[in-house]
């Protein structure tokens, strides 16, 4: 019997599904472990060789646990939410769910195919109902909720309205918004209810407020920082403009902290991990209001130098501040508008990443220095934003690079802070020189003037010390129609949440995909869609990280129409042991994700403080891109002539890229090539040995390149088990590295010559119940400890390699045994499951018992050698290698060896003086 791929690898993939092969319980007394992979969003185009890398590695780990006695929960599902269905939808009329269920449908038979051992009957797809459902239930919890600062956690809203009730605002600490009233509990009982609501919308962990986005008006919605690359929208490539909206947002800045401390109790890779720290940004400093008696009000700024406030020489506003049309003076109202203009059509990270251009617009008025008196000039420039801070900075230039490059540029002043050299780059303040500007500060050292600074702005009332961040707090709205409707309905103008009994609230249908003409976002098309019939509901839907920012959780309890999750459920598998995915996520959903885990813990669904225990992010997989060369006429225009790689130079050419998978070693196939495109049919080639050999380049997979491996074709023709341990072979998990499909006939040879260790020449099943040799063991024994230590370090590539060595060792002994075989395949089954079930039922085991057979125990005593093969040499001149026990003594070898026929013959009846033995290196002969 032949090794067919095909026949045997359905055969298994359907008894697994049958079976349920890889269900857990949500109770056993085996040790639990939860792998988990970052599900996709199911797009059109199917999977590409390079999206299962990391769902093989966390297949491969999962099978192993299994093995290792782990009742393990691996589960998969569908981020199904998204704006390419949505503009599919738009283009095309067809409601993006008849879309999202035809790429399910793809991904699901692709994801079959290569054989993962999912537990299908877990599955979530964000865009249904019964999902979704729980997501706006989360929503709604995190509405109910604000964060108090005494205990450090969140709480219920009903506990702060109690406290109002009693005592008023007096002594509340709490993440809320600036402008919250100061009042007494008689107070509180007489506000309206309007107003008590719209006091308790300062305090909600999700609110509702005024925020500068980016707007896309040809996409109608606003997009996130990452959906924008330089000032365009990453779809489509569409204008986008920073706009004021009200928004719904997360207070995720109310757990900046324990977010940062979360990074010290995982185990995630550093760079990862520096990412998160760097976005979350805090920054331990002062607030320092400076006067604007003109407008009875102060300007905020936090600064981590207030060191150098005396070097303050002008002040700069983001466009969009509150401020900024107020204080624009006539003579000055013509550019400033201009300039704001200007920076609504870039978007904030391209303000960041600008640091070499300068531009800015003077308002023409003036703030008061907090501690001198003194008129500061108030600027505008875009590189200071709305949204980060106050959105307004004291520029020293003397103490800041970029206020330094600003000032030479206006021509505006530089007051040096101390005896030190001015700083024009980051500096350590604390090992400047003194300070010479000010007689309040003269001759301190930074530890001394900082603190004494801080008394004093406080004695004013125009400063305190502070802690800031970065990070901001996220917007929680999109204007589209494919996403989950918020639960929400205005009442007098204020959001209410609907009854959770009322729940799932539904996406309604719509005439078409886009805002109204009006410019309400799609769900305004909905016709009578009114809570109650007479209340507005929210027309924003939710982001598309709403749905990715608790779904771990839904795969514990899936089929749960109670809660999102059992409690036992929740306590039994508690967080997630393993998470496999890109880097990319590193401050979107892996935040959101955390602040939202983290919210649920405060209020008490769950006890883990972190969702993810461990995370490894996987390598890209680039594509190995074909050209060909055409020949160019005297006039620069191609022919149909194609020239060989090697022979390119002596001709005129174009490279041209060209299909990869009619490309094989390099060697183009000619005549499909004349298909490839209907310009080429008349296509001559100029060969080299008689081959076209095409030149290549390592590049990103598109299918503008035409170098997109689909993994359907590789399991056609070599199987899932050999692209499962091809992949794993092209390099270490975490490193990127170019797809080349020329290895691949390598692995594919390998799992044939597993199957013929099985098999006689015949191609009968034969395997023996001999006791092996101690040879045979040693091979199995040393494959057992290596495969072991790689994956436990997920090292794959090194145990695919080291499986080959162990296979032509075993092969080389012409080992048929069943101790050693059966053992081995244990050990191949994580990479190679199809191949090893169906060896397995061979060997006359339960079917599909492999995958919870017990992992063979490594026993160091058959890597004990006992025998060496010394070189031995006559004179100094090596003859050969000569196997010997290895406790043989000097007089025991000098017999063995002086009796051996070999080593007579090289005597050649000549008499020995003496034999030169050391013990496991060489013997020599002196004659």
């Known amino acids: 019997m032949e090794y067919n791929h095909q026949s045997l690898e359905k055969k298994w993939q359907q008894f697994w599904a049958e079976n349920g092969t890889f269900k857990p319980a949500n109770t056993t007394d085996k040790p639990k472990y939860y792998v988990l992979d970052m599900f996709p969003y199911p797009s059109g185009a199917g999977l590409h060789v390079g999206h299962p890398l990391g769902y093989i590695a966390s297949d491969i780990y999962s099978r192993y646990k299994r093995l290792k006695g782990f009742n393990v929960l691996h589960p998969m599902g569908y981020d199904s939410f998204g704006l390419p269905a949505e503009q599919y939808a738009i283009q095309t009329g067809q409601h993006p769910s008849v879309t999202t269920e035809a790429n399910i449908k793809r991904y699901r038979e692709q994801l079959d195919n290569i054989g993962f051992s999912y537990d299908w009957s877990r599955e979530v797809r964000t865009s249904e109902p019964d999902y979704y459902q729980w997501t706006q239930w989360i929503f709604m919890q995190l509405f109910n909720a604000w964060y108090n600062n005494e205990t450090d956690r969140a709480e219920s809203i009903d506990r702060l309205i109690e406290r109002f009730k009693t005592s008023g605002s007096e002594d509340i600490n709490a993440v809320c918004d600036e402008d919250v009233l100061t009042f007494t509990a008689t107070e509180w009982e007489n506000f309206s209810e309007k107003e008590q609501q719209r006091e308790l919308l300062k305090y909600r962990l999700a609110y509702l407020r005024e925020s500068t986005v980016n707007w896309c008006a040809a996409l109608g919605t606003v997009l996130a920082n990452d959906e924008v690359i330089n000032g365009v929208s990453e779809r489509g490539g569409y204008p986008v403009e920073q706009k004021k909206m009200m928004q719904w947002s997360m207070r995720i800045t109310a757990y900046a902290d324990r977010l940062l401390r979360g990074l010290d109790t995982v185990d995630w890779p550093d760079p990862l991990v520096e990412m998160q720290r760097n976005w979350i940004g805090k920054s331990v400093g002062a607030s320092v209001k400076f006067p604007l008696p003109q407008l009875d009000t102060n300007i905020e700024v936090f600064t981590t130098r207030v060191d150098t406030i005396f070097g303050v020489s002008f002040i700069v506003l983001a466009p969009e501040h509150e401020f900024v049309d107020t204080l624009t003076t006539t003579s000055q109202r013509t550019e400033i508008e201009s300039y704001k203009e200007k920076t609504a059509k870039k978007s904030e990270l391209d303000r960041m990443a600008d640091a070499k251009t300068v531009s800015g617009a003077f308002t023409g008025s003036y703030a008061k220095h907090p501690l001198t008196g003194e008129n500061v000039p108030i600027w505008i420039a875009d590189y200071v934003l709305a949204g980060y801070g106050t959105g307004a900075v004291m520029a020293v230039p003397s103490g800041d690079q970029r206020d330094y490059i600003f000032a030479k540029h206006f ?202 225990k461990k995370l490894i992010n996987q390598g890209m997989i680039q594509g190995r891109s074909n050209f060909v060369y055409r020949v160019l006429d005297e006039g620069g225009k191609g022919t149909n002539v194609f020239v060989s790689y090697g022979l390119k130079d002596k001709y005129n050419t174009i490279p041209l890229h060209v299909d990869v998978n009619i490309v094989y070693n390099d060697v183009l196939d000619t005549e499909k090539f004349k298909t490839f495109r209907p310009d080429f049919a008349d296509a001559e080639f100029v060969l080299e040995n008689g081959k076209y050999i095409c030149g290549t380049e390592v590049e990103k997979m598109s299918k503008s390149k035409f170098n997109v491996v689909n993994p359907d074709d590789i399991i056609e023709t070599y199987g899932a088990d050999t692209l499962r341990l091809y992949e794993m072979f092209l390099g270490p998990l975490e490193q990127s590295k170019p797809w080349n499909t020329n290895g691949i006939e390598g692995v594919y040879k390998f799992l044939r010559k597993v199957w013929r260790l099985f098999h006689d020449a015949q191609g009968n099943f034969v395997v023996s119940g001999d006791e092996p040799t101690q040879a045979e063991y040693k091979a199995l024994h040393k494959i057992i400890k290596k495969a072991e230590e790689d994956i436990e370090r997920f090292s794959f590539n090194t145990s695919v390699s080291a499986f080959m060595i162990c296979v032509n060792e075993l092969t080389d002994l012409k080992c048929n045994k069943r101790k050693i075989l059966q053992e081995l395949i244990i050990v191949l089954h994580p990479y190679a499951p199809h191949i090893t079930e169906e060896l397995w039922a061979l060997l006359g085991n339960e079917a599909g018992a492999i995958s919870y057979a017990s992992y063979p125990t490594f026993n160091p005593d058959y890597l004990i050698e006992s025998e060496f093969a010394y070189p031995v040499s006559v004179n100094g001149r090596m003859k050969m290698n000569l196997p010997l026990a290895l406790d043989l003594d000097q007089k025991a070898v000098e017999e063995t060896v002086l009796a051996n026929a070999d080593v007579q013959r090289y005597l050649d009846g000549k008499a020995v003086k003496k034999v030169i033995f050391v013990k496991g290196k060489i013997i020599n002969i002196v004659v």
């Open 411 to 612: 021509d505006l002043p530089i007051i040096p802070i101390s005896d030190a050299q001015n700083i024009k780059e980051e500096a350590d303040p604390t090992k400047e020189g003194r300070y010479i500007h000010s007689d309040f500060i003269n001759g301190m050292t930074y530890n001394e003037a900082v603190p004494a600074l801080i008394k004093r702005l406080e004695e004013l009332g125009l400063g305190r010390a502070k802690i800031n961040y970065r990070m901001r707090d996220a917007i929680f709205g999109r204007q589209r129609y494919w996403g989950e409707p918020v639960p929400v309905y205005f009442k007098d103008g204020l959001p209410h949440l609907i009854e959770e009994k009322e729940l799932p609230l539904l996406l309604p249908e719509v005439d078409k995909y886009l805002p109204t003409e009006t410019g309400e976002p799609p769900l305004g098309r909905a016709e009578g869609w009114k809570y109650q019939g007479k209340y507005d509901y929210e027309l924003s839907t939710m982001p598309g990280w709403a749905g990715s920012s608790w779904y771990w959780f839904r795969y514990m309890d899936s089929a749960n129409k109670e809660s999102f999750a059992s409690k036992e459920a929740v306590d039994y598998w508690k967080a997630v042991d393993l998470y496999i995915g890109g880097s990319e996520h590193a401050t979107g959903h892996l935040l959101y994700a955390r602040f939202w885990n983290k919210v649920l813990k405060d209020l008490g669904y769950h006890h883990e403080e972190e969702p993810f």
